[in-house]
């Protein structure tokens, strides 16, 4: 997979993609590092590339910060259909690192200005993104925290293209808002049953169809609605 490769950027014409690329830069970016912070003003718009993966945490009162969605190759964090500067809501970090395609604000604004094609696109990705959002809320609240694991786990690898994850049982606690100790217990049956290895800092997917059946069908449901709305560039 290359490093430069983001997905719903390689859905514009080659011309509108030129343009783009002309206002993007590189930056290689580790696990943790932070792309947009609450509170604080969203200059830049990223796009993971390639096998890196971003993700956005609710900060709660209590300090506890919980994933409400994933982002890969597929998308975008960051001033998607906002026009001017506005503060972030959301805290948004690199989950997996890797390569990210960054762009001025106030050059997506502008581009989106003269082109229609990349205004259209970004106001269909958000469409996608707001899906992604709800099915994951509806999936907290009515599926199983096996069936919540596994679901993670297959749409990591979807979108990072590898079955290792830098990923401690802790920090999937963490990100599920389930706790370490629930977490551990899911992995644990995972293991048990020669679906995941755990390593120090790392679970490794060793049977994706088995995790697949585990899971629910909401990967399935989102991954339908991007097929409808943005041509599929959801990864399979």
């Known amino acids: 997979m290359h490093d ?3 997905d719903l950027l390689m859905a514009l014409s080659e011309d509108d993609r030129a343009r783009v690329a002309a206002r993007l830069s590189r930056q290689d970016l ?4 932070m792309l947009h912070d609450p509170g604080n003003p969203i200059d830049y718009c990223y796009f993971p590339s390639g096998a890196a993966v971003a993700s956005y945490r609710v900060v ?3 300090g506890l910060a919980v994933e409400t969605a994933t982002v890969g190759r597929e998308g975008a964090l960051g001033g998607v259909v906002s026009h001017g500067p506005i503060p972030a809501f959301a805290r ?3 989950l997996q690192g890797g390569t990210f395609l960054r762009i001025a604000l106030r050059d997506l604004d502008q581009l989106k200005q003269g082109i229609p094609a990349v205004e259209r696109l970004f106001d269909r990705y958000a469409d996608c993104f707001m899906a992604q959002v709800l099915q994951s809320t509806a999936c907290d609240a009515a599926h199983t925290i096996e ?3 596994a679901r993670w786990l297959i749409a990591a690898t979807w979108r990072s293209g590898s079955n290792k994850l830098v ?5 999937m606690g963490e990100l599920l808002g389930i706790g370490r100790t629930y977490a551990s217990r899911v992995l644990q049956r995972f293991k048990d049953n020669d679906l995941i290895e755990i390593r120090r800092g790392r679970l490794i997917v060793i049977d994706q169809d088995a995790v697949r059946s585990a899971a629910c069908g909401c990967n399935a449901a989102i991954a339908s609605h991007y097929a409808t709305v943005l041509g599929g560039i959801y990864p399979e």
Do not use: I
């Open 60 to 62: 709660l009162a209590d």
């Open 167 to 171: 990923m401690t049982q802790e920090q």
């Open 4 to 6: 430069d490769f983001n």
């Open 30 to 33: 580790a696990k943790g590092a």
């Open 92 to 94: 948004s970090s690199v």
């Open 147 to 149: 069936q919540r694991v």
